[in-house]
C-alpha cells in the first residue's frame, strides 16, 4: 500500500479551502437535522408553517382568474371517505395520519420503487398553478395550487413504451375514515385513472398545497391529482399508488355507476350527465343570484388539451 506523505500529494489532489468550508458546514447542517428531526420533514407535522421556497406562478397558471375565497374551498369538499356531506370532512378528516408518507411506483417502469414525499418534494420543484376546478355536480372554483407536474415524478421511474394508462389509488385508513369502515358506497380504496398522454401533460400535477400553505386534509393532504379539464372526481385525493399499466384501469365511480361517470370525465358542457344538464356551473363565491357561469368545454384548456381527443367523436366518450 502507498502511503502519501504531506510531500508526494498532487496539489490537483488538494481540496480546496473553500470547498473543504463548505463540505463541513453541509456535514454540521445534516448532523443538526438528525438530531433535532427538523428537516422538510415536518412540513407534514400538525400545526407546522410549510418551508415552502419561494414559489414561481407556473407557466400554465391562469395568471387573470380571481381565486376563490380559500375559507369556501377548505369547507366545501367532497371526501367521501369521511362524509357525503361537504361540509364535515373539514373536521372529521383531521383524523387522518399523513406523516410520514410514502407513494409505492410500479407497474411499466423501469426503476420502480416506494418513494417518500420527502425525498420527492426534495427532488422537484414546486410551482403554482392556479385553475379552474369544475365538478359534475355542475358547481365550481378557481384554486392556486402548489404542486409538481406529474410527468416530472413519472420521469424518475422511467416509464416503459408498454405503459398505456395510470391508476391511482388513495390511502386505505378505514379507522380514520369512518365510511371505508363501513364499506360505504363506492369499493374502498378510491381508485382513479387517466391515460399516460393525459398523465404526462404538462396541465396535469400533483398538489402538495394551495393558496401558499400547505394542502388541508380536507382537500387531499399530503398529495393528490389536480386535472383541471377533467370534472373534480378525477382529481384523486391522498395518493399512495401510482401504477404504469398497459389496460385502462377501473376507477371507483365508473364501478359504482358506469352509465355516469365515464373514465374520460373531460368537461363538456354538450353532454349531459343523465340526471342534470353540465351547461352551466355555480361558481362558488360568487354570491347568490349572480352565480352561475357557462360551461366551457375542457373546462377552458381546449386550446393545450383538445389534441389529445383528435381522433375521438366526444359525445360518446365521457
Ligand atoms: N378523492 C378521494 N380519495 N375521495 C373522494 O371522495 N372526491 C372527488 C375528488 N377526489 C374524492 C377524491 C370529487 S367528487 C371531487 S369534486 C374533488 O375531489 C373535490 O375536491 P375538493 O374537495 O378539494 O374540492
Redesign the pocket.
Known amino acids: 500500500m502507498i502511503i502519501h506523505t504531506h510531500k508526494n500529494i498532487p496539489s490537483s489532489e488538494i481540496t480546496d479551502p473553500l470547498v473543504f468550508k463548505q463540505r463541513r458546514d453541509i456535514i454540521k447542517a445534516m448532523a443538526a437535522i438528525m438530531l433535532t428531526g427538523s428537516s422538510i420533514r415536518s412540513v407534514w407535522a400538525e400545526n407546522s408553517k410549510p418551508i415552502w421556497p419561494k414559489i414561481a406562478k407556473s407557466e400554465f397558471s391562469n395568471q387573470d382568474l380571481t381565486s376563490t375565497p380559500s375559507e369556501l374551498?377548505k369547507n366545501?369538499?367532497?371526501?367521501?371517505?369521511f362524509s357525503f356531506n361537504k361540509e364535515d370532512s373539514t373536521k372529521l378528516a383531521q383524523n387522518l395520519q399523513i406523516d410520514p408518507w410514502s407513494v409505492e411506483i410500479s407497474g411499466e417502469v423501469e426503476k420502480p420503487g416506494t418513494f417518500h414525499l420527502e425525498d420527492i418534494l426534495q427532488q422537484l420543484s414546486l410551482e403554482e398553478y392556479i385553475y379552474r376546478?369544475r365538478?359534475?355536480?355542475a358547481w365550481s372554483?378557481v384554486v392556486p395550487w402548489i404542486g409538481f407536474s406529474l410527468r416530472d415524478l413519472l420521469h424518475i421511474v422511467k416509464p416503459l413504451s408498454s405503459a398505456k394508462f395510470v391508476r391511482f389509488t388513495?390511502v386505505y385508513q378505514p379507522d380514520s375514515m369512518p365510511n371505508q369502515g363501513k364499506n360505504a358506497m363506492l369499493a374502498w380504496p378510491?381508485v382513479e385513472g387517466l391515460r399516460i398522454d393525459e398523465a404526462t401533460h404538462p396541465l396535469t400535477i400533483l398538489a402538495t398545497g394551495m393558496y401558499g400553505d400547505k394542502l388541508p386534509k380536507?382537500?387531499?393532504a399530503p398529495l393528490?391529482l389536480v386535472v383541471p379539464w377533467k370534472?373534480?372526481?378525477k382529481?384523486?385525493?391522498?395518493i399512495v399508488k401510482i401504477e404504469l399499466l398497459k389496460r385502462p384501469p377501473i376507477s371507483s365511480w365508473n364501478k359504482f355507476a358506469p352509465n355516469e361517470y365515464g373514465f374520460y370525465a373531460n368537461v363538456n358542457p354538450d353532454v349531459a350527465h343523465p340526471r342534470w344538464s353540465q351547461n352551466s356551473e355555480r361558481l362558488l363565491g360568487s354570491g347568490f343570484f349572480t352565480a352561475r357561469r357557462q360551461t366551457e368545454l375542457f373546462n377552458g384548456y381546449g386550446e393545450q388539451v383538445a389534441s389529445l381527443y383528435n381522433d375521438m367523436d366526444l359525445r360518446h366518450f365521457f
Open positions: 374551498v366545501y369538499t367532497n371526501y367521501y371517505e376546478f365538478c359534475v355536480e372554483m388513495s378510491y380536507q382537500n387531499g393528490r370534472y373534480g372526481f382529481s384523486i385525493k391522498a
